[in-house]
């Protein structure tokens, strides 16, 4: 899985391109296989004003699925990145059972179904 970061009016601090890597690795864990690219955009959405406007948008590219995209919006980057990762962990779980009811659902449709 290839993890794409882009920073746009964040200073790239040191390390935070390893956190977001380690962080969106740990939470995909073993949907690993489902997944063929990940992006993380963090912005500062509203500049020296402050606020809660550290934004990262997640969008995650999956095999045979639609994809899954989403921000979050907090006081800091790692904030954003965390509950991010924790999203993103959150989202795959629920998609990929969801997949997989829908699959069992069509084989016992073709299992039943008279030759």
Partial sequence: MRIDLHCD????????????ARRMRFA????????QWA???VADVNGPRGGADKR????LRLR??????F???QLDVRAAV???ADRVSRVLAQRLRRNRRVDHTRC????EAPA
């Fill in 9 to 20: 009016g964040v200073e790239a601090a040191p390390g935070l391109q390893d956190y977001v």
């Fill in 28 to 35: 995909v864990g073993k949907f690993r296989d489902h997944i």
């Fill in 82 to 84: 965390d509950e991010a």
């Fill in 39 to 41: 992006r993380i955009k």
């Fill in 108 to 111: 016992a449709a073709l299992i």
């Fill in 64 to 69: 045979n699925l639609p994809d899954v995209v």
């Fill in 71 to 73: 921000a979050i919006t």
């Fill in 56 to 59: 990262c948008v997640v969008q």
